[in-house]
């Protein structure tokens, strides 16, 4: 049997494929393609600074969601 955090990982990246399959489906090559016109339009060096300045403790800590109690390194596997 998985431990929680495993069955927690394969759990989001079979809902990851699903989703990604749906949002691909019936679109041309062209719009599967598409890249927006800025480069990585600032999101790269925010996500730097935040996860750089991460206490490791809050991996660890538990968080209430409504789908029950989730640790933060949980939370970043599905964002």
């Known amino acids: 049997m998985p431990t929680r955090e495993i069955a927690k990982f394969r759990d989001d990246l079979a809902w990851l ?42 991996l660890d800590r538990e968080r209430p969601t409504p789908g029950g109690s989730t640790s933060g390194r949980e939370v970043l596997r599905t964002a």
Do not use: S
Not at 32 to 56: M, S
């Open 17 to 58: 494929l699903r989703h990604v399959v749906g949002c691909l489906d019936g679109l041309t090559d062209a719009e599967i393609n598409w890249r927006p016109p800025a480069k990585d339009d600032d999101v790269t060096a925010r996500i730097t600074e935040v996860l750089d300045g991460l206490d490791p403790a809050e």
